[in-house]
C-alpha cells in the first residue's frame, strides 16, 4: 500500500481541472499579449479566470494578479509595499513560511527595515495584545503574519488582526498559501492589503498562484520586464497554469462545505486512533484543536525514542508519504525553523500528516498501524 499525507506540501492535481487546463496546452496556445485571434482568445479566458475568482473572493478583477506561486506573491507584496510606502518596520513572527521570513530577513540585513517579532503563546499563536503594543509603538509599520502554519497548523485570528493593522494604519499582508481554497475569504470585509496563494495547495497546477493586491494600496513591481499583469508581473502569462488556478478554486467554492466535513472528520479520526493506541502522543502547536488549527494539518509529537531521527525514513519504507517539518525546504525535523522556536532542544519526534478529500479512513488505520509499530520498536530498543 502506498499512502499519501504530505497534502500541506503540495496536493494532487483534481482530474477535473486537467479537463479545462488541456485545450490550452494544445489547440489554444497564443500569447495572450498578441493582438491577433489566437491571442486575443487566450487573453479573453484569462481576464475569464480572473474575474471568476475575483466574484469567489469579493474582490474586483485588477486586484488578482497572477504569479508562479507562493513565494513570488510573498516576495512582491513585501518588497513592494517597503519600498512603495517607505516602510521602515515589520511586525511578523519567527513562525513565517520561508518564503516570508528570509524575505524579510534579507530586507532587514540590508538596512532596509527594522525587523521586529510579536510574542507568541506556548502553542505557538500570535499574542494579540503584543501586537496591538507594537502596532502603537511603530507608526506606518507593515504587519506580516500567516493566516495558517503550514508545518503546526495554528490559525490565525486574520480578520482582528486586519481590524488592528487599519486602526494603527498599518500595511496588512497574510501568507494564505495554506488557506485560499480550504476556507471562504471575503475580501471585502477583510482588512487586509496584500495576499498570496499557490493554486498546488487546493488540486490546481504547480507552479502557479496569485496576489491580492487592495486597489487602494498599490504597489511596485518585483519583476519587470514586461506589461503584462497590469504593470506588476513582466512574463508571458503561465496561461494554462491560470486556467488550472480559476477551476481549482471554483471546484474548492463548489464543494467547501463537504470538503470541510470529510477531511475534518479525516484529522479527528485520526487523533481518536492516535490517543488511543500510542500512549504518551501529543501534537506540536495547537495542531489537535478542532477550531484553532486548519483542518488539513496534524503534527504529531512522538514519545521521545532515539528511533525518532528515523521515522520519516521507516515512514517511508511502508509506503507512507509524510514529511517531518516543512516539506518546502528540508522534510527534516532538525530543518524545522517553527518547531526549533516552539520546542528548542525537544528530542520527540514530528511527523507532520496532511490531508486531502482523497484520503480515506482506511489509509489512516494503515498509517496509524505502522506508526504504532515503529514505535514500539523505538519503545524496545
Ligand atoms: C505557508 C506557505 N507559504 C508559501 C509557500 C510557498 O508556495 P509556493 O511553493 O507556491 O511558492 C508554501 C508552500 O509550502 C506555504 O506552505
Do not use: W
Not at 238 to 262: C, P, Q, S, T, W
Request: charge should be negative; proline fraction near 3%; hydrophobic fraction near 35%.
Amino acid at each position: 500500500m502506498r499512502v499519501y499525507f504530505d497534502n500541506a506540501a503540495t496536493t494532487p492535481l483534481d482530474p477535473e481541472v486537467f479537463e479545462a487546463m488541456r485545450p490550452f496546452m494544445l489547440e489554444d496556445f497564443g500569447n495572450p499579449s498578441s493582438t491577433h485571434a489566437h491571442g486575443r482568445k487566450v487573453r479573453s479566458a484569462i481576464e475569464s479566470a480572473r474575474k471568476k475568482m475575483a466574484e469567489l473572493l469579493h474582490c474586483t478583477p485588477g486586484e488578482i494578479l497572477f504569479t508562479s506561486g507562493g513565494t513570488e506573491a510573498d516576495n512582491t507584496i513585501l518588497t513592494g509595499a517597503i519600498d512603495t510606502y517607505g516602510i521602515k518596520t515589520v511586525i511578523s513572527s519567527p513562525l513565517e513560511h520561508h518564503a516570508v521570513e528570509q524575505t524579510l530577513h534579507r530586507l532587514s540585513d540590508r538596512n532596509r527595515i527594522t525587523l521586529v517579532h510579536v510574542k507568541l503563546d506556548e502553542k505557538g499563536h500570535v499574542d494579540y495584545e503584543h501586537l496591538e503594543t507594537l502596532l502603537r509603538k511603530h507608526p506606518n509599520a507593515l504587519v506580516s503574519l500567516m493566516h495558517a502554519n503550514n508545518e503546526i497548523g495554528n490559525l490565525l485570528d486574520i480578520q482582528r488582526v486586519g481590524d488592528m493593522a487599519q486602526g494603527y494604519g498599518a500595511y496588512f499582508h497574510s501568507d494564505t498559501v495554506q488557506t485560499i481554497g480550504h476556507y471562504r475569504h471575503d475580501l471585502t470585509r477583510l482588512k487586509v492589503h496584500g495576499l498570496a496563494a499557490a493554486a498546488h495547495k487546493f488540486h490546481g497546477p504547480k507552479g502557479v498562484g496569485f496576489m491580492f493586491i487592495r486597489k487602494d494600496k498599490k504597489l511596485q513591481p518585483f519583476i519587470y520586464g514586461g506589461s503584462q499583469e497590469r504593470n506588476m508581473r513582466g512574463g508571458t502569462e503561465n496561461v494554462y497554469g491560470i486556467i488550472g488556478l480559476a477551476k481549482a478554486l471554483e471546484i474548492a467554492y463548489r464543494d467547501m462545505d463537504e470538503h470541510i466535513r470529510l477531511v475534518s472528520g479525516l484529522k479527528q479520526y485520526m487523533i481518536g486512533k492516535l490517543r488511543e493506541l500510542i500512549p504518551g502522543i501529543d501534537f506540536h502547536g495547537d495542531s489537535a484543536h478542532p477550531e484553532r488549527s486548519l483542518y488539513t494539518v496534524l503534527n504529531v509529537c512522538l514519545p521521545e525514542s532515539d528511533e525518532n531521527d528515523m521515522i520519516l525514513f521507516n515512514l517511508d519504507l511502508q509506503g507512507i508519504s509524510v514529511s517531518g517539518g516543512s516539506a518546502c525546504s528540508s522534510g527534516a525535523v532538525t530543518g524545522s525553523h517553527v518547531l526549533g522556536t516552539l520546542y528548542p532542544g525537544s528530542k520527540r519526534g514530528a511527523v507532520r500528516f496532511s490531508f486531502s478529500k482523497y484520503n480515506t479512513r482506511e489509509e489512516i488505520d494503515y498509517a496509524v498501524g505502522k506508526l504504532v509499530e515503529l514505535c514500539k520498536v523505538g519503545q524496545e530498543s
